[in-house]
């Protein structure tokens, strides 16, 4: 059994949805179980409708653009009892979901409850076109809404799924579907509470509802199917000789996702880990290309480094004072106040003189943490223990990751020596104890020229790596 993954631009249209059906009917004989997300921009469409909506006003003209797009798709790919059926089940969503946006209109509140709703009906639209075409060009498909078997908690647009009751419903409902030859079409990114709301795991989380759904049922393999060849040596729209990645570790691409690659959500690995799952990233649009295999297994790079990761909108928060010597429940604070604001952390560096305390987040975050950050301290700020905390904007982060870092001397030198060559500042420096990244803050206008100086450095753009 392989469950396959299929993102947004790979069910953007009724060509795609095409092309995706003729990859299940490929690999029909390995038992597929397949994860749909929304067609493309959809997502960004639902939440847009449900702010409009908040706003007192019917988004009536989105909303009509919403049905046209699915409808359209229907018609073009099904035919006879398939399409009726199809049609019939969308367009009540459809009604659900205008239904809905006349509450919030009323009520002129969006809570996050509601964003996740309204965010659902993307994916619960295209599993059950997906499954009707599946059903048209002859196979016995039949598609899944995630709420009935992903069970999670009530943290609203990034919920926690309970492993142990989905992996249970997920078993119940799927394997014996399979047994029987019938292939699911499960939508991706969704979930529900105990009490029945509906949750959304995270932005792009349909990689991760794979990762789940091959957790639960042990599938052989879980294929992610994108719209690029693989795992990069880096972002090819800034380095143009970026190379695929034939072979990265669980830990690699955790670090790759974490650090601003875009080819896995953060926590897919997480449920292919505890069964020792491979992951497989492959091109729907290029479907002969191996793609990259993510596994125990790697090859390790001869100069150590494996892949060069960047994130920008970004900023640096700075807690600066010599009376931070010798306190040591400062960091203790500074975290308990981000974990109040869920403001996630990408990066802390503190000075070995405890003079100062670095913290790495995401701009949208940057504010609201800052003036936590001055209530929590606002005593020793007055007493002169803290000489200031402050912002600095317009930040990026530049990670190398790769296994073969470990041990290897030299990394260091290597990685800043170019930099420092053509006078590109570092701003902070953090490595971890695994010694699988090295990962620094530059000023976003530098991310660019950072990126391909270090992809460089380690000549990860002359062959093919694996």
Not at 99 to 114: H, K, M, N, Q, V
Not at 131 to 150: E, K, P
Not at 436 to 449: E, G, K, M, Y
Request: charged share 25%; glycine share 8%; proline share 3%.
């Amino acid at each position: 059994m392989i469950v396959m993954k299929f993102g947004g631009t790979s069910v953007g249209s009724a060509e795609a949805m095409r092309r995706v059906a003729h990859i299940v009917e490929t690999y029909r004989s390995r038992k597929p179980v397949v994860v749909v997300s929304a067609m493309t921009k959809v997502t960004d469409t639902l939440r847009a409708i449900a702010r409009e909506a908040s706003e007192g006003r019917m988004p009536t003209q989105a909303l009509e653009e919403l049905h046209r797009r699915h409808e359209e798709t229907i018609t073009t790919l099904l035919s006879g009892k398939d399409k009726e059926q199809t049609l019939a089940v969308c367009l009540a969503m459809l009604d659900e979901l205008e239904d809905i946006c006349r509450g919030i209109s009323l009520l002129r509140e969006l809570s996050l409850r509601s964003v996740d709703l309204v965010s659902s009906f993307g994916e619960r639209l295209s599993a059950p076109i997906v499954a009707g075409l599946l059903n048209t060009i002859g196979m016995n498909a039949f598609s899944v809404d995630a709420r009935q078997v992903v069970r999670t908690d009530d943290r609203h647009t990034e919920a926690e799924v309970d492993f142990p009751i989905t992996d249970l419903l997920l078993c119940e409902t799927i394997l014996p579907a399979v047994a029987e030859d019938r292939i699911p079409v499960v939508t991706g990114f969704i979930g529900a509470t105990e009490q029945g709301a509906t949750t959304t795991l995270g932005r792009g989380a349909s990689d991760y509802t794979a990762s789940i759904v091959g957790g639960a049922l042990q599938a052989d393999e879980i294929w992610i199917w994108t719209d690029v060849d693989g795992a990069m040596t880096a972002d090819p729209r800034i380095v143009e000789d970026a190379q695929v990645l034939e072979k990265i570790t669980y830990h690699e691409a955790a670090e790759m996702s974490y650090f601003g690659a875009k080819v896995l959500h953060p926590k897919t690995m997480v449920p292919a880990v505890r069964r020792r799952i491979p992951i497989r990233i492959k091109n729907t649009f290029n479907p002969s290309s191996a793609g990259t295999l993510i596994s125990d297994e790697t090859t390790v790079m001869p100069l150590g480094a494996k892949t060069i990761t960047s994130i920008d909108r970004l900023c640096l928060i700075m807690i600066e004072g010599s009376g931070l010597v010798g306190l040591p429940d400062t960091p203790a604070r500074v975290f308990k106040t981000t974990a109040g604001l869920k403001a996630t952390v990408l990066m802390i560096t503190q000075a070995s003189s405890e003079h100062d305390i670095c913290l790495l987040l995401g701009e949208k975050d940057g504010l609201t943490v800052l003036h936590a950050l001055r209530t929590e301290f606002a005593r020793e700020l007055e007493s002169g223990i803290l000489e200031a905390v402050s912002m600095q904007p317009d930040i990026a982060v530049v990670a190398v990751v790769g296994q073969g870092m470990k041990g290897t001397p030299g990394m260091a030198a290597r990685t800043f020596g170019i930099l420092g060559k053509h006078q590109i500042n570092i701003i902070a420096i953090a490595q971890g104890s695994s010694e699988l990244n090295i990962s620094f803050a530059v000023s976003r206008d530098d991310l660019q020229d950072t990126v391909r100086l270090v992809h460089q450095a380690f000549e990860l753009g002359k062959k093919k790596h694996s």
